[in-house]
């Protein structure tokens, strides 16, 4: 059991990170040390979520946020560039 930052183990549970810069970046390797299966949303993102997206490893979804991608979730994390965009995920999850 890897726990990680936050604190809980993610073996095996889905996670989705809502946005694709530097910030985004770093709670994709958290949550993926902590074992979670991650998935990105977001138009666009830094060329390493892009290369873990290409080799496999996480799943990048190249659109804006849908009330749809918190079906079946256990975290989401939102870290756009539009506090909007973020509090609406919030309130959402």
């Known amino acids: 059991m890897s ?49 873990l997206a290409d080799r496999g490893l996480i799943q990048w979804d190249r659109r804006a946020y849908a009330t749809t991608d918190l079906d079946s979730v256990w975290i989401a994390v939102a870290v756009t560039n539009d506090p909007i965009s973020n509090l609406l995920i919030s309130t959402d999850a």
Do not use: C, K, N, W
């Open 3 to 51: 726990t990680v930052t936050y604190g809980i183990d993610l073996t095996h549970r889905a996670a989705v990170v809502f946005g694709g810069d530097a910030r985004a970046l770093g709670h994709v390797a958290e949550l993926r040390q902590a074992g979670a299966t991650v998935t990105v949303v977001s138009p666009e993102a830094v060329a390493s979520i892009e290369d």
